[in-house]
Nanobody, 128 residues
Framework: QVQLVESGGGLVQAGGSLRVFCLAS????????VAWFRQAPGKEREFVAA?????????YYADSVKGRFTISRDNAKNTVYLQMNSLKPEDTAVYYC????????????????????WGQGTQVTVSS
């Protein structure tokens, strides 16, 4: 189990950039797959991006953010990052990070039910 805290959200203009952070506390953080999900008002929570726990990291993005968002991790700092570029108003949502023990496939990494440890979320608002 890990404790997750998101930060870095805020208000940006369309076309701008923002980086959100997921800080984890736990001795075995490097063994966890970490993902970002988001939820907009009135919509279901959806997958954004995930990064695997292995030394040779596997990365998976939702089609809606591919080419614009970049997920990365620094295990020494117990932190996962989501760099968001070319932001659109439809990116407005609460962004959550989540962790699961050693997921190995893109299908598993993109499934919300795979994750048992969740942060409280950080609000990202993109104005037009």
């Amino acid at each position: 189990q890990v404790q997750l805290v998101e930060s870095g959200g805020g208000l940006v203009q369309a076309g701008g950039s923002l980086r959100v952070f997921c800080l984890a506390s736990g001795r075995t953080f490097s063994s966890y797959t970490v993902a970002w999900f988001r939820q907009a008002p009135g919509k279901e929570r959806e997958f954004v991006a995930a990064i695997s726990s292995s030394g040779g990291y596997s990365i998976y993005y939702a089609d809606s953010v591919k080419g614009r968002f970049t997920i990365s991790r620094d295990n020494a700092k117990n932190t996962v990052y989501l760099q968001m570029n070319s932001l659109k108003p439809e990116d407005t949502a609460v962004y959550y990070c989540a962790a699961a023990w050693r997921l190995t496939t893109a299908q598993a990494m993109g499934k919300m039910a795979s994750y048992h440890d969740w942060g409280q979320g950080t609000q990202v608002t993109v104005s037009s």
